[in-house]
């Protein structure tokens, strides 16, 4: 057996055992034992009965005087209680439903129980608690220590995931270390076998931290090498030079009709700048909803043309695409640049010298495309992964999507003799620390102004009490011919289960009939029951493209009041009329995500609301989203969420693949640099690691991975 061996053959599977390890996408004993804590209880500290405290969590030791099952009365639990005592006190155990557990502790035998300590009967008790018959083991697992804390799935607790995991560990010494020794040594580093014993069963806090940091550091250090491997790559290929043309860049701007904030001016200036020099750009423009950071990437795609290259733009949804579509048209129609959009719904052409737009076939746009007919191409991801091919590609856009841009860029290599240079935007800040683990060395442009006819938008935290308040403030905006955006609440990808112990990890389909079901619900609610005589429209992710844009294009004709969606920002459409943004189990969402629903109203003339409405009676949350009610910066909100829900939310946590320890350690600057610097390090003296064989592999399936995505 090795560490590919199939789970099935660990010691302790059995068929059911392994259908759950399979739900935890466990299949081998190296999945097994990457499979890291989520947590720790400490039970570390034995405490004599004496001291225990009622409604505190503590570890008692001590030796088993009684065990029996009795059946509760008018009901058919079965209850299990143990008197326990350590010499001097005694305290009860009492288990649930577990009747099996008398055929595992005995009367005699010395057992640690941890848990929380309660009061009935003129006794102490411990509910439930974790509990470890103590033979002639040297060593406890689930008691008296740092006890890891796995996710669960129901049938499979931390209890069952600990023993198997220890089982596991017997091959932990097969596990190949791909850091190399001088960096460990340098780094001061575990090696690899260390790190995942201490990871599962650490003794104390600083082993726990030490095995962290390894793991972590590999994650970055992966993360760097593959960065500095592609940047290499990129800079073989020369990247086409577009020279700046400034009269024609003013005359686009002299018939907008409004004028650029500062803030755009100077970052279409350094984009320019980059664009000059023979060298990849790789640029992130940082801006708040609304800050206009599609115009900045138009005018970039008009000098691109001028120079006779092609700009791939790429959209997050189609809606979008189609937006930016019209836009495009509307910003450069007079100047001799053609427009396409390509989406699984839609292929349209704007051609100049006809000034109008034609429907080809997608064989026909594509070959337009091909054959460099099309001077900008707006689309989804898929523009790229599609067969499209450009015949010269000079400059990608990337709209909100924080992926790993370089690796990205690398893979749009393949076809190409030059790099096409890389304009990434977002509205959700990153900070600095995350952007340059996501991005390695990306160079970022700030849009830190808005337009300057922008009303502030005023939002309220509206508690149960005042609902229908907000209900009768709604129904007044829509008399004076506004309307009404409703979010409905994210839907988690763990549901806490009936039993309240376990999670249940959901599937991407259960989660999505779920988000089906919650717009369904309050679609009927608000038409029913609140809004009986106003008209009400829903969107959500199973509909089709078209349909979805229908009643997009519906929504913004007015023919709706209200439109209630999920929370995919397929609403991210521009609907000037807009004024309230109403979401709905806000508390569930990141402050950043609240602030981009937010930017989808105040986009026109009259005053906007947003209304904020929660689910938890904790406190905590409310105080979170109160600070959405004073703070209009995005930039603030996002360093917030970071402080307080962790890098997860910027870079996908559940498509990154990055294990949940090693997402903490991204924020880590003294970590990400460490791993920076021996990246490149390694690179200098061995730029095709050939003196590390595994470490290459890696990167390569790395890149491969990528590439599929
Ligand atoms: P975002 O940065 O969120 O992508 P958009 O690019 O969608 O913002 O811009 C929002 C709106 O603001 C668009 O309708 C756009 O035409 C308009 N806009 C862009 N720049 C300016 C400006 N300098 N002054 C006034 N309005 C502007
Ligand atoms: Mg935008």
């Known amino acids: 057996m090795n560490l590919e061996s199939p789970i099935k053959n660990l010691k302790g599977v059995n068929l059911k055992i392994l259908k759950k390890l399979e739900h935890l996408g466990i299949k081998t004993i190296k999945d097994l034992l990457f499979y890291f804590p989520r947590r720790y209880d400490d039970f570390s500290v034995i405490t004599p009965i004496k001291y225990a405290k009622i409604g505190e969590q503590c570890t008692i030791s001590g030796e088993v005087l009684s065990i029996a099952n009795t059946r509760a009365y008018r009901s058919f639990m079965t209850i299990t209680t143990a008197k326990i005592t350590d010499g001097e006190n005694t305290i009860q155990a009492i288990w649930y439903n577990q009747p099996f557990l008398i055929k595992n502790i005995h009367k005699g035998q010395k057992i640690n129980i941890s848990g929380k300590v309660g009061y009935q009967r003129k006794s102490l008790i411990m509910q439930n608690p974790a509990y470890e018959v103590l033979d002639s083991k040297p060593e406890t697992t689930h008691t008296g220590r740092l006890v890891p804390v796995y996710k669960e799935t129901r049938g499979l607790t931390s209890r069952w995931l600990r023993f198997l995991i220890k089982n596991a560990l017997a091959f932990s010494s097969l596990l190949e270390d791909i850091i190399p020794e001088q960096i460990k040594e340098k780094r001061n580093l575990l090696n690899i076998k260390d790190a995942i014993e201490k990871i599962h069963f650490p003794q104390n806090r600083t082993e726990q931290n030490q095995a962290k940091k390894r793991i972590s550091y590999e994650e970055l250090f992966l993360i760097q090498l593959l960065i500095q491997t592609s940047k290499r790559k990129l800079k073989e290929y020369g990247a086409p030079k577009i020279e700046p043309d400034i009269e024609f860049t003013k005359n686009i701007i002299s018939l907008l009709p409004f004028s650029l904030t500062d803030a755009q001016k100077k970052v279409l200036w350094q984009i320019l700048k980059d664009m000059e020099k023979g060298t990849p750009m790789n640029r992130l423009v940082e801006g708040d909803v609304g800050s206009g950071k599609t115009l900045v990437a138009l005018l970039s795609s008009a000098n691109v043309a001028k120079n006779g290259w092609q700009t791939a733009f790429m959209a997050p949804t189609e809606i979008l695409a189609s937006q930016h579509f019209a836009e495009a048209k509307k910003v450069l129609r007079d100047f001799n640049i053609s427009i396409a959009l390509l989406t699984s719904s839609e292929k349209k052409v704007y051609e100049p010298e006809l000034k109008e737009i034609c429907s080809p076939k997608k064989q026909d746009l594509i070959k337009m495309i091909n054959n460099n007919k099309v001077d900008l191409v707006l689309g989804t991801h898929s523009l790229i992964q599609d067969k499209v091919k450009f015949k010269k590609l000079g400059l990608v856009i990337l709209d909100e999507q924080h992926r790993f841009g370089v690796a990205q860029r690398a893979a749009l290599l393949k076809e190409q003799k030059t790099t096409p240079h890389l304009l990434s935007m977002t509205a959700t800040p990153i900070p600095r620390t995350l952007a340059m683990t996501a991005y390695g060395d990306l160079?970022?442009?700030?849009?830190?102004?808005?337009?300057?006819?922008?009303?502030?938008?005023?939002?309220?935290?509206?508690?149960?009490?005042?609902?229908?308040?907000?209900?009768?403030?709604?129904?007044?905006?829509?008399?004076?011919?506004?309307?009404?955006?409703?979010?409905?609440?994210?839907?988690?990808?763990?549901?806490?289960?009936?039993?309240?112990?376990?999670?249940?990890?959901?599937?991407?389909?259960?989660?999505?009939?779920?988000?089906?079901?919650?717009?369904?619900?309050?679609?009927?609610?608000?038409?029913?029951?609140?809004?009986?005589?106003?008209?009400?429209?829903?969107?959500?992710?199973?509909?089709?493209?078209?349909?979805?844009?229908?009643?997009?294009?519906?929504f913004k004709d007015k023919k709706y009041d209200i439109l209630v969606s999920t929370s995919v920002v397929e609403v991210g459409v521009d609907v000037p009329n807009a004024t309230i943004m109403m979401i709905e189990g806000a508390d569930r969402f990141g402050l950043s995500q609240l602030h981009q629903f937010r930017g989808r109203v105040g986009r026109g003339e009259h005053q906007s609301y947003c209304f904020l409405f929660f689910e938890s009676e904790s406190e905590t949350a409310k105080t979170r989203l109160k600070i959405m009610e004073t703070c209009s910066d995005g930039f603030k909100l996002a360093e917030y969420d970071l402080k307080m829900r962790g890098p997860g939310d910027f870079l996908g946590k559940n498509q990154s693949g990055i294990p949940d320890v090693a997402m903490e350690a991204l924020i880590n600057p003294a970590l990400i640099s460490d791993a920076q610097e021996d990246a490149k390090d390694i690179l200098k003296k061995d730029p095709d690691l050939k003196n590390y064989p595994k470490l290459k592999e890696k990167i390569e399936k790395m890149e491969q991975k990528i590439h599929f995505e």
């Not at 199973?542 to 997009?552: Q, T």
């Open 443 to 554: 160079d970022i442009s700030l849009i830190d102004q808005m337009p300057k006819n922008r009303k502030k938008i005023i939002t309220k935290v509206v508690p149960p009490q005042k609902r229908k308040d907000a209900y009768r403030f709604i129904k007044n905006e829509v008399s004076k011919g506004r309307q009404v955006f409703v979010i409905c609440p994210k839907i988690e990808h763990n549901m806490p289960s009936s039993d309240g112990q376990n999670e249940i990890k959901l599937t991407q389909r259960q989660i999505n009939n779920l988000k089906i079901k919650a717009v369904k619900e309050e679609y009927e609610k608000l038409s029913k029951k609140i809004f009986p005589d106003l008209k009400v429209a829903m969107l959500h992710g199973k509909l089709k493209p078209k349909e979805k844009e229908n009643i997009m294009q519906d």
